[in-house]
């Protein structure tokens, strides 16, 4: 799996850079969000520089829609693609909570394999989370991260914000397609889009 440094750290980090958080309202269990179509935008290097453009024909990396469901023994958060296809993908999610302060997940698909990595951070390091899950299902065209609650200190609330990419295995080729389903302006990747709380289901 080959991919440029700045774009890898680009593309792993992008979920923890420090959001805007204002009161979001709340919700039981499952929350939905509608994603717009034909906003994904192509991110590249170009001397050290990053460039964005947008890139309203490509299909692969088009979210159509996130839901999260926040049950009492696990956290799934899905999203359904356009067109979800092989090739090298990588998804990531971050989570705040009323529990521990944030977690992020990171599933990576490459060289034919699927590499599934969750973390939490705590005020005294770092513990990864074991019993984590992320499964591509390219007949439902969707990908699914599933987080123990657990792990996020079985918190009542959670906000969720997440990334789908893919990126070429070509070493000439430094671009990455990328669709953040919840920001509703991808000119800018300091800022993240990031659901309301929603609350554990009963």
Request: charged fraction near 25%.
């Amino acid at each position: 799996m080959r991919l440029r440094p700045a774009l890898a750290t680009l593309l792993l980090s992008s979920a923890l850079v420090s959001p805007l958080l204002v009161a979001g309202a709340a919700h039981a269990e499952t929350w939905s969000h509608r994603d717009a179509v034909r906003d994904v935008v192509a991110v590249s290097y170009v001397d050290d520089d990053m460039e964005m453009t947008p890139a309203p024909r490509n299909r692969r990396a088009d979210v159509r829609r996130i839901t999260v469901d926040h049950g009492a023994e696990e956290l799934r958060i899905t999203m359904r693609l356009r067109r979800l296809t092989g090739g090298n993908k990588i998804v990531t999610s971050t989570v705040r909570s009323s529990g521990r302060s944030i977690a992020h997940a990171s599933l990576v698909r490459g060289d034919g394999k699927n590499h599934l990595d969750v973390q939490a951070f705590e005020e005294d390091g770092v513990v990864r989370c074991r019993g984590a899950e992320g499964v591509f299902r390219p007949r439902r065209d969707t990908v699914t991260l599933t987080i123990p609650t657990t792990c996020l200190g079985e918190p009542d609330w959670v906000r969720v914000q997440a990334l789908y990419a893919t990126f070429s295995n070509d070493p000439s080729t430094d671009t990455a397609m990328m669709d953040d389903p919840l920001r509703r302006d991808f000119r800018s990747l300091t800022r993240n889009g990031w659901s309301p709380r929603i609350h554990v289901g009963s």
